[in-house]
């Protein structure tokens, strides 16, 4: 059993041992421990001190090292004086949602004063995937990266990389982020836009009081790098670019893709990135940035943060040049950057879509406004999947699926909105109630789903970044529009779509995904933005058991948090 300790030297030492892989004690899976103690410090940005949750006193939080088919066990316990509880964002979770961690869908949170151990194993995945909070606004600081390593004696499908490194992307608010989000509510409207974008928890030397919190990577000349990019900011997509080197695109969402050469990259908040930089330009220092993407008339976080990709041997003093991203709303290079993601579907790495389908789902995406007496201009704006805002339970619902407790949910979500309409027209701003409740869908085991997930012009169109809990899933089409049942999925591609666990719905447009349901549970589905979650942006699928025990929801661990 290999027992981990958190510390900013555990990425080293992991890798050290990987590189030893020939060691014999390495050999077989592992059980990996980690300790994750949630407590509250005080950390400065921008000339501003503040309290905020953390894991283990680290901002970002640790890295999680694992391997292929490794065992991992995650004892968390709560020092802070917020419930929480931990998503381990694109783990598959087999059989076994009670340690996914979305608060109140397959568990209740760990009160303070209180633990729960994450029992996972790596099953078939290899790859860079994160963690983070997953109950009110607290990811905005509890997060980190969670990195599976390929089985010993597997290599990667690309170049070996002489290093690698985390880029985790995120956001920072100068003021109490849940003070912000509670009187925004008390209004009915947003919160402020964050202050700064972060790189490793660091907004960089364009920020006051920043040249101190800035992240740099030193490179040797002629190397070549693995970057490991999380997008972990709450309610923006960023472009991420390094000034005068290309980014080899190797693997989205812990799939590997066909490998593509790319001035910058989109990446939305949930999603992740594997890019290879060689460093093969004049030695000097050179600005990492990154900065939103929004082609919506909505306001964000705008400022670029940077770090910096330093050459060894060269001084500090030396000024760094910043990168060309593409401009802020520049729908055409994500459209056509989202378009050069292709699953690598080889012998070793196969892409299994599914072609026939027992289930089509088509979902629409829209913002509303509820009557709210108490909420300035007397409503509270809302969003919904096909018209139903989603209203979480005081039980967990794999609890009340697992142990056949009534009246926490109904398996009635509409399969379809309740009557067609132009979807992407005019904006549409009267009739924007919306319906409330806590309904779930349920699927056959081992069936094959099409969702089809449509944008909507209810006030605003504006991407959205869907994720699904428990699964990957392949991205067979995208379009701008509605979609046409008839003439679109002609165009699909069923040979190579990436397959990840986070799409981006594009702006005024839709998004096709397909996957097999063969992992028994209650599975979370939302929109990544933070804001669209919290204003009910989400439903949940209930995937029946199958014929057997090795088709079934495993029975829950004895220190599951109660209700």
Known sequence: MAILKHGSNLGLLFLLALSVGSLPFLAESAVKKYKFDIQVKNVSRLCNAKPIVTVNGMFPGPTIY????????????????????????????QRNGWADGPAYITQCPISTGNSYTYDITIT????????????????ATVYGAFVIMPKLGTPF?????????????????????????????????????????TINGKPGPLFPCSDKHTYALEVESGKTYLLRIINAALNDELFFAIAGHSLTVVEIDAVYTKPFTTTAILIAPGQTTNVLVKADQAPGRYFMAARPFMDAPIPVDNKTVTAILQYKGIPTTILPSLPTLPLPNDTNFALSYNKKLRSLNTPLFPANVPIKIDRHLFYTIGLGANPCASCLNGTQLTASLNNITFVMPKTGLLQAHYFNIPGVFTPDFPDRPAAPFNYTGVPLTANLRTSLGTRLSKVAFNSTVELVLQDTNMLTVESHPFHLHGYNFFVVGTGIGNFDPIRDPSKYNLIDPPERNTVGVPTGGWAA????ADNPGVWFMHCHL????MWGLKMAFVVENGKSAEESILPPPPDLPPC
């Open 513 to 516: 995904i397909r996957f097999r």
């Open 530 to 533: 933070e804001l669209h979650t």
């Open 124 to 139: 078939g995945q290899r790859g860079t995937l994160w963690w983070h909070a997953h109950i009110l606004w607290l990811r």
């Open 157 to 197: 499908p690309f170049p070996q990389p002489y290093l690698e490194a985390n880029i985790v992307l995120g956001e920072w608010w100068n003021s109490d982020v849940e003070t912000l989000v509670n009187q925004a509510n008390k209004l009915g409207l947003p919160p402020q836009a964050s202050d700064a974008h």
């Open 66 to 93: 694992v391997r292929e088919g490794d065992r991992v066990l995650i004892d968390v316990t709560n020092h802070a004086q917020y419930n929480i509880s931990i998503h381990w964002h694109g783990l598959k979770q």
